[in-house]
């Protein structure tokens, strides 16, 4: 888990502090799976005395080792935290991660997202292969895939390795790779043949648009997000809040949606107070096929322009 990006959108100075509510929403919103006792534990260890805020920062340092290495003579990290978490409960700490998901789950969400965003992740290892070899390093594979966009962590790298290993075994073969995870969309030789037939792509079980359109056809679920955005409307009503400029500020090059911590920072800038679970929720609700949050119609749905 990269812990940095859940904290710094709320940071928006970059002072290495925020409040404690908004650490709060980020460890809730992440699953971490803290009861309020013990994010109140947390802060009262991390916070300023001077400014009451947290500093997530001497946090990370001491709950990710890639953050900052130990020295000589330095405490191991399991001590650094335990002296910072004395009279938490038994059982204290992040939930567990997911379970590492199959190759074919992998590879379907690999292609999900490459038709999603037209991506020609081809072109990015023939560059690597000045001889046309067919194989890059292991290096560059992970090279070539950072620079298509593809962010994956170290057991999905590990596992992209392993399962297309070139026959000499120095390297892994990109061809077999892209061959995989290409739509028929992009089928290889459709700009030979550009009247050949290809079948629109349809994400799989594992891609989150399928998890999207349940949770937008559950009724239940639909009639808790109508009274939380029947309140937001309200309260914007009621106190003449103008709310899209608080976003902009936040999209800098106008697309239209921000990440789900600027949404709930923007909220929180607005003092459109949300329980966590209502803020997330509402993200549900406006959630874009990249998880990301399309505030323009989440605007219109509680400041609906007037006729």
């Given at each position: 888990i990269l812990l940095p990006p859940f904290f710094k959108d709320f940071d928006v100075h970059n002072t290495g502090q925020i409040t404690a509510s908004r650490l709060g929403q980020a460890l809730t919103r992440h699953g971490f799976g803290l009861s309020p006792q013990e994010i109140q534990t947390v802060v009262n260890a991390y916070s300023d005395p001077r400014t009451r805020d947290v500093c997530y920062r001497k946090l990370i340092r001491d709950v990710d080792e890639t953050e900052a290495p130990p020295g000589p003579g330095s405490p191991p990290a399991f001590e650094t935290v335990q002296a910072h978490t004395q009279g938490l409960p038994i059982g204290y700490g992040f939930t567990q991660p997911k379970p590492?998901?199959?190759?074919?789950?992998?590879?379907?969400?690999?292609?999900?997202?490459?038709?999603?965003?037209?991506?020609?992740?081809?072109?990015?290892?023939?560059?690597?292969?000045?001889?046309?070899?067919?194989?890059?390093?292991?290096?560059?594979?992970?090279?070539?895939?950072?620079?298509?966009?593809m962010k994956l962590d170290e057991r999905s790298l590990s596992m992209l390795e392993d399962a297309f290993v070139c026959a000499s075994g120095e390297g892994?073969?990109?061809?077999?790779?892209?061959?995989a995870v290409t739509p028929d969309m992009q089928n290889r030789d459709l700009e030979k043949n550009p009247s050949k037939a290809c079948a629109s792509y349809k994400p799989g079980s594992s891609h989150p648009l399928k998890s999207m359109l349940q949770r937008q056809n559950d009724p239940n679920n639909d009639a808790l997000v109508d009274a939380i955005l029947a309140k937001?409307?309200?309260?914007?009503?009621?106190?003449?809040?103008?709310?899209?400029?608080?976003?902009?500020?936040?999209?800098?090059i106008r697309?239209?949606?921000?990440?789900?911590?600027?949404?709930?920072?923007?909220?929180?800038?607005?003092?459109?107070?949300?329980?966590?679970?209502?803020?997330?929720?509402?993200?549900?609700?406006?959630?874009?096929?990249?998880?990301?949050?399309?505030?323009?119609?989440?605007?219109?749905?509680?400041?609906?322009?007037?006729?």
């Open positions: 590492l998901c199959s190759l074919d789950e992998l590879i379907e969400e690999l292609k999900a997202k490459i038709a999603r965003n037209s991506i020609r992740l081809k072109d990015f290892f023939v560059d690597a292969d000045k001889l046309r070899k067919g194989w890059v390093t292991k290096a560059k594979f992970r090279t070539g895939l950072d620079v298509g966009g892994v073969d990109y061809i077999a790779f892209t061959t937001l409307r309200t309260a914007v009503s009621t106190h003449r809040i103008l709310i899209k400029p608080v976003f902009l500020d936040f999209d800098k697309k239209g949606h921000v990440s789900p911590y600027q949404f709930a920072a923007a909220l929180d800038r607005l003092h459109l107070k949300l329980h966590p679970e209502e803020c997330q929720k509402v993200v549900e609700r406006f959630e874009t096929v990249n998880g990301d949050v399309n505030y323009t119609h989440f605007c219109a749905a509680i400041d609906p322009p007037t006729a």
